[in-house]
């Protein structure tokens, strides 16, 4: 009996979703010296089908790119209807960032990729950086409200969210460089979220 449209839709759909996994680990690693090959490599699949679902590689890294903005995006969105305290919402938005990057470090390695990349399109760049901008402008937000209720450390604000900053990054390369580290003795949320907390409160947590 032969498939229905809708059958063969949800096989190339299935297709190109395996496409796309692969895709992701082969440019956060490789950057776009990456091939077409490689990806259907990585993905175990025919040369060719690649080709069937994407013209070329440019085409493949600008569908990671707009994936993971627009999931970012959707998180960013969902996480700002979220109850709670400014200190709360904190720890919440870093531990997911933190489990994000060990469940899924190539989502950041990407990121990292459209930045530091010269030849990354300059559109691709512009949003990479628009994203990056607004985070760390809700981070920072987080952080002043917090500190105005005694949830986070009186320090300056542009220097904690430096200092997020630079250990999520840290995560990233760690990821690239020293992968069995990384794996080995990946940081609990509570050891980095320690920067941004009170003495007071960061004692009693560690005597917790």
């Known amino acids: 009996m032969p498939r229905t449209e809708e059958a063969n839709q949800q096989i190339r759909e299935a297709q190109k979703a395996k496409i796309l996994e692969a895709?992701?680990?082969?440019?956060?690693?490789?950057?776009?010296?990456?091939?077409?090959?490689?990806?259907?490599?990585?993905?175990?699949?025919?040369?060719?089908?690649?080709?069937?679902?994407?013209v070329n590689k440019e085409a493949i890294f600008h569908a990671l790119v707009e994936q993971s903005l627009q999931t970012k995006d959707a998180a960013f969105q969902r996480f700002e209807e979220l109850p709670g305290?400014?200190?709360?919402?904190?720890?919440?938005?870093?531990?997911r960032l933190i489990e994000s990057r060990r469940d899924h470090p190539e989502v950041s390695q990407l990121h990292a990729q459209i930045l530091c990349d010269?030849?990354?399109?300059?559109?691709?760049?512009?949003?990479?950086?628009?994203?990056?901008?607004?985070?760390?402008?809700?981070?920072?937000?987080?952080?002043?409200?917090?500190?105005?209720?005694g949830e986070v450390r009186p320090a300056d604000p542009d220097q904690l969210v430096t200092a997020v900053l630079a250990a999520l990054d840290g995560?990233?390369?760690?990821?690239?460089?020293?992968?069995?580290?990384?794996?080995?003795?990946?940081?609990?949320?509570s050891i980095i979220l320690g920067m941004l907390k009170p003495p007071a409160k960061r004692d009693r947590a560690e005597k917790e």
């Open 23 to 54: 895709a992701w680990r082969v440019f956060a690693r490789q950057g776009r010296s990456a091939t077409m090959a490689d990806v259907a490599a990585a993905a175990d699949v025919s040369y060719g089908l690649v080709y069937r679902y994407f």
């Open 85 to 95: 305290t400014p200190g709360e919402r904190l720890d919440r938005l870093i531990t």
């Open 171 to 189: 995560l990233t390369r760690l990821a690239l460089t020293y992968s069995e580290r990384f794996h080995q003795h990946y940081p609990d949320a």
């Open 118 to 149: 010269p030849t990354t399109p300059a559109e691709l760049r512009d949003q990479a950086i628009r994203y990056g901008q607004a985070f760390q402008d809700m981070l920072k937000r987080l952080i002043i409200e917090g500190q105005t209720l």
